[in-house]
């Protein structure tokens, strides 16, 4: 599967449920035409992932920002991208919306 084509750039997207669906959405659209079946058939999407000897994308996803993550504690805090890792930002936003994190761990640490 043309998967760099879809992590291309994803170590620093905030990815969403919604954002997740869809790109499982757009994954199975592309191994159904693979297969060359349709959803007609009712063919659950892990069989053809089976099949076709796949794992699902978000795994790619999630292996992709871990190896993000480990290469940014690696490098110095000199650099821009270590820095922008580390950086917290402050101030408010509109009611309703929740500041930017690049680390998940820091939500959880600030509603403590």
């Known amino acids: 599967m043309a998967v760099p084509i879809l992590i291309y750039g994803s170590e620093v997207w905030v990815l969403r449920s919604w ?5 499982q959405a ?3 659209r592309f191994l159904r035409a693979v297969k060359e079946c349709t959803r007609v058939g009712q ?10 000897n ?5 795994g790619a996803f ?5 190896k993000w993550s480990d290469h940014l504690l690696r490098l110095p805090l000199c650099r821009l ?3 922008v890792r580390r950086n917290k930002p ?5 009611i ?9 761990e820091q939500a959880d640490e600030s509603h403590s």
């Open 19 to 23: 954002n997740e669906s869809r790109i």
């Open 26 to 28: 757009a994954e199975m």
């Open 43 to 52: 063919i659950r999407n892990e069989e053809i992932r089976r099949q076709l």
């Open 54 to 58: 796949m794992m699902p994308i978000l």
């Open 62 to 66: 999630k292996e992709y920002r871990k």
């Open 81 to 83: 991208p270590s820095q």
């Open 90 to 94: 402050r101030g408010r936003r509109d």
């Open 96 to 104: 309703g919306r929740l500041r930017k994190r690049w680390i998940p």
